[in-house]
């Protein structure tokens, strides 16, 4: 049988536990403190103010907040490619609830709660150097094992040797486009994340690659047209054009406003902008190209070259080819390149989202060339 212990047991006092917040609240003294920059009437959602400010529900508990509900369209049931012509798409309505507070307070607890704003900008920080080592870690993390004797090597696709057609440019580009990514990417409380720095992390993505540069016509013209006046025409609206400024990460809140250039704001799958040469310009760009195609026609001596000269000029004030980790590559001038696409319902979804479909000049121009999309899809830089 189990022993039984004969000795009594004397009861304690309950431990009395001090709040360490609220004695520090009562302590701090605020008045060496840098003023704030936040608006007073600027509101945060709690979501934002737990993932900027880092405070957690206790934290916020004792921040005035409003309840409001608001109504969401949502798209259901369909690809995505579908839902940017609105004949397919099929929305809902669904109410949403979203708690917000005042932003100042939000930042005033988060300064509380790190001794102040420089001790939050110091854990901000050591949060960011935290997470920059954990990256590194995980990029060098497959070292050689010397188990039993033997040394095994992490296996990893090696990188597209250079091409030997005319689309060599094109993995030119996407290594540019990856450099970009790392250049420009970051979040002031995450810090930058160069996710394509080493060899091992760029061979994904340059695999793919190699599929989206098949896509491309194999070969492009060395030597420019020579003078015509309807290709002088074109050279000088081309040297007008309007262009975006270079090297920009740009912002996902709000848009950039440059004259001759149309910003469409994306609320689906997420919170972006996209950039277009405004329908006044893509008129007479269009005029131009049409009246290249009616005296030079469509083949080497027209069309199929002087069509690199806006694709390229396009490429440098808009954009071009480019990644996403979840999307995979695409090409905003792709559709420079591209040939005619259907009109025909319900399989005109690659002229419905493309600029050819801002005005009749574009339009006409879509008439005026081969047809060469036979899937009725954007045919040129598509994607994986």
Known sequence: MPKVSTKARVPTAPTQRTDANTEADATVDTSHWRKSTIRVSTMITKTKAKTDYHLNEEDLSALEHVDTEYVKSCVVGLPALLTLNSHFVDRINRNVNKRLYKKREVEQKAWEKHGGPDGFDAYL??????????????????????????????????????????????????????????????????????????????????????????????????????????????????????????????????????????????????????????????????????????????????????????????????GGISHDRQGGWADEAAHWLDGAYSLDEPRNIAFAVSSRSKSIVGSRYNQMLPYRTPADQLHVGRGR
């Open 125 to 318: 920080k050591r949060l960011q150097a935290t997470r920059s080592k954990r990256a590194l870690a995980k990029r060098t993390a497959a070292q050689p094992s010397t188990s039993s004797g033997t040394v095994r090597m992490p296996t990893a696709q090696p990188l597209p040797g250079p091409s030997h057609d005319g689309r060599a440019w094109v993995l030119e580009a996407c290594n540019k486009a990856l450099d970009w990514h790392d250049r420009t990417y970051w979040n002031p409380y995450e810090g930058s994340f160069p996710l394509y720095e080493s060899p091992r992390a760029r061979a994904k993505p340059m695999q793919e690659a190699l599929r989206f540069q098949a896509t491309y016509p194999s070969s492009r013209p060395t030597v420019p047209l020579p003078a015509s006046p309807t290709i002088d025409a074109l050279r000088a609206i081309l040297a007008e054009a309007p262009r975006l400024p270079k090297e920009q990460a740009y912002s996902f809140v709000e848009p950039v406003h440059i004259l001759g250039v149309d910003a469409t704001h994306h609320s689906w799958p997420e919170q972006d902008y996209s950039y277009e040469w405004s329908t006044w310009y893509l008129n007479s760009l269009f005029t131009a190209l049409c009246n290249i195609i009616t005296v030079h026609g469509t083949g080497e001596a027209g069309w199929l070259s002087v069509r690199w000269e806006v694709y390229d000029k396009y490429v440098e004030c808009i």
